[in-house]
């Protein structure tokens, strides 16, 4: 027989939650938002046999680290509404919490909440490898008596102990009996009269639902109830910051008590982490050398995902190449045929490229985040990036930016406040990423002269390097500007526990890339081959007789005259509906200086900026994929202005378009990743009109100044 | 005998002091379930390079938090 239980994770922040996680669930977990709000929702199964013979299915949600049951951000109110609220979906049958054994009176905080919520509760002690090595002793039998809860002591990095939660998850503890304090002596008229009001477990889940009113979901279908609740808190004068003050200085008073009576420090040594964490304090936050040691690693993360991960990239492309062509081969020639190569299979290929960037990018966060560096390099940074209404950790994505957007915007889920995440993920896509590169190579080489003073500094070096600053600097005047903009749905803290160095955990690592590239694979990845589906459907089909016949000349044209074929190519381009609509936007681009060709770029390029070359080679029939960027070059000098007869790509009309693609968010996956991360549509095209806005003055203003 | 009452934010490095109370109350309720309990003892471990933010050692833990935020805890320095 098979029974099913729900277990919740809760505990604070570095107390050895994800390890736990991962010891209990291995990979049998998957990673979702929970409902309504961008905070990650891990949830996992095991199972466990018990000696009766029957198995136990359990469904185990990782809950995100918090000090208290007190909602303050909004990762801090999931574990509230989780526990607190029985109608929740995830409401567990069992909470276990895992406290930091070397930091127990803190600990012991949010399981004595959790204690008095009176539901099954089981106490993890972890990490006792340090705390024995420390010669501290702790009374689990007394400790647990104290509490009435079962209490496991556990080493999570070796999994000792690990057993013995199993058979207690599912030995059917019972609620404990006493409080651990009686929140009702606070306010006893207000914890009686919503205890009469409503059924509850416990004194404190009243107290609870009287300090936490409007943000508790389990009135959000019974607003009268609440109603009345709140009549009632008004009319007893009932103060929740002076409640949760008092609760929090009782609890901790009757801890300090309890943690004198199971502690024993026999021969206190001071703990070596400590000790090890400030000399290497004194090194990595020195005030140059911190500094020094970081930009050296930014640079060797900006390395990887610049350079290393152009191997696999390639690799990956090269598969999705030889895969076209079998497929094309395979299956007779038609439009199925167009729409499973040129359609799916190049969105496919248009997600999968971006994994070898993810798992390197995530590696070295994940390591980062897993030693305890990353609250040291928010801590140095907060004082220049709090200006811009950013956040210290905002550095990582922004510098990661240069790469690629999509890694780099996935990263900004470390920054805890939300305002800062967003403004984070919203001015990200301004750095100059690796798909303009090729652009701008193309547009430099074709308007700025190969001139070199002292004989070293190259003026198109120059303007490259002008495009990289301006990009930066439009991210941080825009992170400016949102600033002031966006609305905190939180006060923002910087208050945060700066813990000690540790090794990195390499499975907790290695979970961690997995999960990045599934939730990038299963979320933006569907947006992305949607969209390049439909762009696929725009360039190769068109209205009318002409695009048929153009069609159709294409296909039975001899093979071997390239010429033709190019020609027919980007007649067929011209006749499609992106080619219509590169017409259509004509108007609106000509005071950019852009002609209805670079509106047809325009349009493709929305799949990946390095699409603006290929489009541009086959609207000047240079025909292939593999094209010669310099023929390209050569086609596009010779182009002539309809009107003026002078040449099209002057100094204007170059800066003013790599000006369009230094600001415009020409990229769907970009966009299909600022919508998984925020939760909505609104953001990404809140940021598309935006950059858009910016990228269309930017260019005006350039091109009536050169012109 | 109790010294004189000054702002976190106003302790100098490596120096130590006693929490006595709090001027904001949200920041108050974050600061007490982190184990910032008045009659704790804390030191300034440490600043970030450009004066701000700073990092204090209080119960067991090390704590980073801004110098506007350590403005609103208020300590006695016992002489």
Known sequence: MIKRLKVSLVGNPNSGKSTLFNRLTGLNQKIANFPGVTVEKKTGSMTIGSSDGSDYHIDITDLPGTYSLYPKTLEEQIPFQVLCDPTNESHPDVTVIIADGTNLKRSLFLCSQIVDLKSPAILVVNMMDQVTKSGVEINFIRLSKELGIPVIPMNARDGDGIDFLKNAIISNISVPENDFIDTALFAPEVVQSIRQSVKLNSNYVAFQIANNIDQISFFNDRQERRAQIKEILNRYGFDHSIMQASETLKRYEVISLLVKQVLKAKNAIPSKEK??????????????????????????????????????????????????????????????????????????????????????????????????????????????LRRFGLNGRSVIPLISGVACAVPAILSARTIASWKERLITILVTPLMSCSARLPVYALLISLVVPDHKYLGVIGLQGLVLFALYLIGFIAAMGSALLMKFIVKAKERSYFIMEIPVYRMPRWKNIGYTIVEKVRVFIFEAGKVIVAISVVLWVLSSSGPGAAFKDVKSQLETADPADTELQNHLAAEKLRLSYAGITGRAIEPIIEPLGFDWKIGIALITSFAAREVFVGTMSTIYSVGGSDEDIATVREKMMAEKNDKTGLPQYNLAVGWSLMLFYAFAMQCMSTMAVVRRETGSWKWPLIQFAFMGVLAYISSFIIYRILS | MRGDFKKLSEIKLGESAVIESFTDDTMKLKLLEMGCLPGEVVTVTRFAPFGDPMAIAVADSMLSLRMSEAANVLVSVRS
């Open chain 1, 275 to 384: 000790t090890f964490t400030r000399k290497l304090d004194n090194l990595l936050m020195h005030r140059f050398w911190g500094y020094f040691i970081f930009l050296a690693i930014l640079f060797v993360i900006f390395q990887a995902v610049f350079a290393w991960a152009a191997w696999p990239m390639e690799m990956v492309d090269q598969a999705f190449t030889w895969m076209s062509i079998k497929v094309h081969d395979a299956i007779p020639e038609g439009v199925f045929n167009d729409l499973l190569v040129e359609g799916i299979l190049a969105g496919l290929g248009g997600v999968v490229i971006f994994i070898p960037q993810i798992v390197l990018l995530f590696t070295f966060i994940a390591i980062l985040e897993d030693t305890g560096y990353m609250a040291r390099v928010s801590f140095m940074m907060d004082k220049l």
